[in-house]
C-alpha cells in the first residue's frame, strides 16, 4: 500500500481554484470547524499561531475526517522542524521568507527522502506511515510531499525564478503583509506599489510553470490574484472569524 494521495497537490496540478482559511487559534476543535466548513484547503499555523508538533498533530488527526487538505507552516524552515511535522502526518508545508534558490533547494531535500533528499528514516514511528502499517511508504512518499515556498520580500521577488525552477518546489504563496513592510508600506498592503509587486510577482510565478496562491483578506488583492493567475487564496482565518463574529453579535444584540 503506498503513502495517502495528496489530492491539494494533485489539484495544484490542474490549477484548480482553491479556496483557503487560515487556522491560527491552536485548537483541534477549531481546526475541526475550519476544517467542516466547505473551504478546500486549511492553513495550521505555527508560525504566529501558538501551535507545536504535539498540538499540530492533534489538528491534523481532528480534520482528517473532512476534505479540506490541512497544510501547515512551519516557523522556519529547519530541517528538524519538517522532518516532525511529515512524520506526524502533514504532507503539505508552507515555509516562510524563501529568498533564494539555495534555500528553495534545502528546503526541497528536507522534505524527500534519499536519494532525492535528506529526510530521515524513522518512518515506521510516525502517524506519515500509519505506524509502520504502510510498508512501502519509503517509496512512494516523496511523491506526495507537496512543499511551498513564501516569497514575501524585495530579494525573494529578485529571486523568483531560481526559486520558482527549484526542483522539489511544486508551488508559491505570496505573503503580501510582510512584502508590503519590507518595500517601506508597514500595515499597507493595499499601497499601489505592493499592489504592482504581487501582480507582477503572481505573473511571473505563473509564466515560469508554477501554482501561484495568497493570504489576504482584501477584496481587492483577491480579485488582483485571481486576474493574475493565482489559483489558492487564503481568505481569511479563524482568529479573524471569531473576533469579528463576537463583536458583530454584541452590536447586534445591543441594537434590539
Known sequence: ???????????????????????????????????????????????????????????????????????????????????????????????????????????????????????????????????????????TANAQVCLIVQIESRLGIDNVEAIVTTEGVDGVLIGPADLAADMGHTGNSGHPDVMAAVDGLIRKIVGLGKPAGIMTTDAAMIRLARDAGACFIAVGSDVGLLAKGAANLLAESKAL
Not at 5 to 11: G, I, M, T, V, Y
Not at 57 to 84: D, N
Not at 95 to 108: D, F, H, K, N, Q
Open 1 to 139: 500500500m503506498p503513502a495517502p494521495l495528496n489530492a491539494f497537490k494533485q489539484a495544484l496540478l490542474k490549477r484548480e481554484m482553491l479556496h483557503g482559511l487560515w487556522v491560527a487559534l491552536a485548537s483541534p476543535h477549531a481546526a475541526e470547524v475550519s476544517a467542516g466548513s466547505g473551504f478546500d484547503w486549511i492553513l495550521i499555523d505555527a508560525e504566529h499561531g501558538p501551535n507545536d508538533i504535539p498540538l499540530v498533530a492533534a489538528q491534523l488527526a481532528a480534520v482528517a475526517r473532512h476534505p479540506a487538505h490541512p497544510v501547515v507552516r512551519l516557523p522556519m524552515g529547519e530541517a528538524w522542524m519538517i522532518k516532525q511535522a511529515l512524520d506526524i502526518g502533514a504532507q503539505s508545508l508552507l515555509i516562510p521568507m524563501v529568498e533564494t534558490g539555495e534555500e528553495a533547494l534545502r528546503l526541497s531535500r528536507a522534505c524527500r527522502y534519499p536519494p532525492e533528499g535528506i529526510r530521515g528514516m524513522g518512518a515506521g514511528l510516525g502517524r506519515a506511515s500509519d505506524f509502520g502499517r504502510i510498508a512501502d511508504y519509503v517509496e
